[in-house]
DNA sequence: TGTTGATTGACAGTATACTGACGATCTAGG
DNA sequence: CCTAGATCGTCAGTATACTGTCAATCAACA
């Protein structure tokens, strides 16, 4: 049989492209978090960011980074503008003087509380179109899709092994 | 029966959260595509702007911005940049002076034909990890989700119609 | 103990993204 | 023809992202 001639270069190849379909579909995803939760003036990294220390209180921004998967350069400026916000304080670690600790203030906890319903509507506003099953099978599919190509993003998610010097003092 | 309790602030639901998927396969995807293509200088965006540009010689910045769904401001950069790289030249339209047309230069052209193995490279590792029906019921349901969702985006796509102004001189 | 190597936060530089605004220009309607 | 509204490219401002580098600091080892 004949081998498969080059595919044309027309711009229908790319959207099928599975790295278009990424990019467009992450758009979307912010453009309707931003919508939900234009009220309380949090960008989706800064969320995220939050919940992180929220459950992790006293981490390091390194940690941080580690623990939602964001560049750690990134991360400072993200860091800055939350405590700007007087969402988090950061307090410097008296056994390490290179790392400062974070933590949420009073109003960080709160904005978390109150935003929570907003966002749960943009995760389900994102699926909504699609029926419930196809939901449940994009995102099992997607959810291993992720973990599996885990080690291919630049800063790999390490929700375990990142905290294991936290905490364990004795 | 009991209404469901509210969901604990933690950081387990952000890594379940649709957005939170989006957003890390799309950095997975960047890093991959970059990896494969790092002997070319180019970018997800810059690529398809380019085959964009092939497919629709003689298009203007905000006809192109609605072909790929890329921002108008943003694609004024990538345009610039692919300009200074002597991938593109930018023709003043005669009949409308406030539009510039897009045209593929001999090296733009070139480079394309000699990325296209790389991008799709790319393309395919964004998948490996799963079974090759795994692959095709993502992208079904990416497509039919980002489809359904066009609207929600700050740039819907508009594939057909954007070009309807376009070489349709008589 | 003293030096090497790793880690931390910070920074500079580049590239997407989105918001909102602007002048130049075109189009439609009167 | 002339003005009201739309469109085009551009720009300023903000926020992610990633690369690479740096000084300060820490840990480990000879």
């Keep these: 049989m004949p081998s498969?001639?080059?595919?044309?270069?027309?711009?229908?190849?790319?959207?099928?492209?599975?790295?278009?379909l990424f990019r467009r579909m992450q758009q979307i995803a912010v453009s309707i978090f931003m919508e939900e939760c234009k009220a309380f003036d949090l960008t989706p990294v800064q969320y995220a960011a939050l919940i992180a220390i929220h459950t992790h209180p006293g981490i390091d921004?390194?940690?941080?980074?580690?623990?939602i998967a964001f560049d750690r350069s990134t991360l400072g400026s993200v860091i800055e503008r939350l405590q700007a916000k007087d969402y988090i304080e950061r307090k410097p670690a008296p056994e390490d003087k290179r790392i400062k600790l974070l933590y949420l203030t009073r109003s960080g906890a709160a904005i978390l509380?109150?935003?929570i319903p907003a966002v749960?509507?943009?995760q389900a506003r994102m699926?909504?179109?699609?029926?419930?099953?196809?939901?449940?099978?994009?995102?099992?599919?997607?959810?291993?899709?992720v973990d599996l190509n885990n080690e291919a993003s630049r800063v790999p998610l390490?929700?375990?092994d990142a905290l294991e010097h936290l905490g364990k003092t004795g």
Tied chains: 1, 2.
């Design 4 to 20: 498969k001639p080059p595919a044309p270069i027309t711009i229908d190849a790319v959207y099928a492209a599975p790295g278009y």
């Design 61 to 67: 921004a390194t940690r941080l980074s580690a623990v």
């Design 113 to 115: 509380r109150e935003i």
């Design 120 to 122: 749960e509507r943009a």
């Design 127 to 145: 699926l909504e179109p699609l029926k419930p099953a196809d939901r449940k099978t994009l995102m099992g599919l997607l959810s291993q899709l």
């Design 158 to 160: 390490r929700a375990e």
